[in-house]
């Protein structure tokens, strides 16, 4: 009966109970009560914001105030918090799922490059010990969109898990698919499967540090991907795209088409990502931003444009900057109100919100202080704890 009332409470007050007493802290520290408690916590409250300036600083904000007022918000937080900064190396985040965030660390010597991972959560600000690292020649890739990582969760046999997939050795037209679960002492082979040419990699993916990120939905990890019988040199079209998918509990590799209606393209700036539980596509073509929704993963015709947003129809909101690129972040659950995040290389972040049903944009700045490319991540708390054994080490 105490578990099933402290299964509502919010993470913030658990946490305060860990210090009243052993049999507190062992309660609610419970792998049972985390479980209970992850189901009925809220999903995507929140938004993760981390920065390129600060030295890697993060930010950690409830949606709502990000809403009404964005950078007060913001800064707030970054003076509350900093400078907590509980990485003292640089990193990216490779994904975050149910509050759980993954860090990738990379360091390159005059032989190999290594990779290793952390798991960390903000809420308890748990942070687990280095992964069992991952190394290679870099001589032998000599295109970064060889390998690519992703960070996932199995919830048939409720691991977490990065994946490494080398795509470099092609002559044999293989894809060779390693896993580290989280807890493992090492990495593992799994599956080999038909590569495909190169991941696609738009500009702000290099610079928001994650080239080569996954996304997680529905228990698999998917990336853009151009057919195996072009390469990136090539002049293929969106609708000729391919998305890669790899599902975590059956360990096999699938490929899927764009959507139907997709326009026969320049590939220009698409990007994957998750809305909603959703897999999400957006792209820029000719002043416009288009996102696709694909609102049941298995049904491959299940894809349905989600908004379609003109920037001449906003010309004292959108089309003062050259150089912006949008990302839609969060989507209301009427479906028509929607907050993207603009970054501008020259200048400092803005947050737009834009509401379809009235065709009206709200752009606010984000953040008052140096220029900084912000990246967002979905987000809510939780008690899930980054439980990571001894590792070693691992060379391929």
């Not at 994946?163 to 002559?171: R, S, V």
């Not at 209606?261 to 700036?269: A, D, Q, S, T």
């Not at 900084?372 to 439980?387: E, G, R």
Request: proline share 4%; hydrophobic share 35%; aromatic share 14%.
């Amino acid at each position: 009966m105490l578990m099933e009332i402290l299964s509502w409470l919010p993470v913030k007050d658990v946490v305060r109970l860990k210090c009243i007493s052993k049999g507190w802290n062992h309660l609610v520290s419970d792998s049972a009560f985390v479980k209970l408690h992850l189901i009925r916590s809220p999903k995507n409250t929140h938004i993760l914001l981390t920065f390129d300036t600060r030295g890697g600083g993060y930010a950690i904000a409830p949606v709502q105030d990000l809403l009404d007022n964005p950078s007060s918000t913001v800064e707030t937080l970054l003076r509350n918090d900093f400078p907590y900064n509980p990485f003292n190396r640089s990193y990216t985040v490779l994904g975050v799922l149910n509050g759980l965030v993954c860090l990738q660390f990379s360091w390159v010597d005059d032989e190999f490059e290594h990779h290793w991972f952390h798991m960390w959560n903000p809420a308890t600000r748990a942070m687990s010990i280095d992964s069992p690292h991952i190394s290679f020649d870099h001589s032998d890739y000599k295109d970064v969109f060889w390998f690519m990582f992703g960070f996932g969760y199995d919830e048939w046999s409720d691991t977490y898990q990065v994946l490494f997939l080398d795509n470099n050795k092609n002559e044999s037209q293989e894809l060779k698919v390693r896993v580290w679960s989280v807890g493992d002492t090492c990495w593992r082979n799994t599956s080999i499967c038909d590569a495909f040419s190169t991941i696609i990699c738009p500009v702000s993916r290099v610079s928001r540090g994650s080239v080569s990120r996954g996304i997680f939905v529905s228990g698999t990890l998917n990336w853009l991907a151009f057919p195996k019988s072009y390469s990136y040199y090539d002049n293929v079209k969106m609708n000729q795209l391919e998305i890669f998918s790899y599902h975590q509990k059956e360990e096999t590799c699938r490929y899927f088409p764009m959507p139907d209606g997709i326009l026969e393209i320049n590939v220009c700036e698409p990007e994957l990502e998750v809305l909603k539980g959703c897999l999400c596509l957006s792209h820029h073509h000719e002043g416009n931003f288009t996102v696709w929704l694909k609102r049941e993963f298995n049904h491959e015709k299940s894809w349905s444009k989600l908004l379609t947003l003109r920037y001449e129809d906003h010309y004292k909101y959108l089309s003062r900057d050259f150089l912006l690129e949008l990302w839609i972040i969060w989507m209301c659950e009427d479906d028509d109100d929607f907050v993207l995040l603009a970054n501008r290389y020259i200048d400092k972040p803005d947050l737009i919100r834009y509401n379809t049903r009235d065709n009206r944009i709200d752009r606010r700045e984000l953040y008052k202080h140096e220029s900084s490319n912000i990246f967002s991540y979905d987000y809510a708390p939780s008690l899930v704890f980054p439980h990571v054994e001894l590792p070693l080490g691992y060379f391929i």
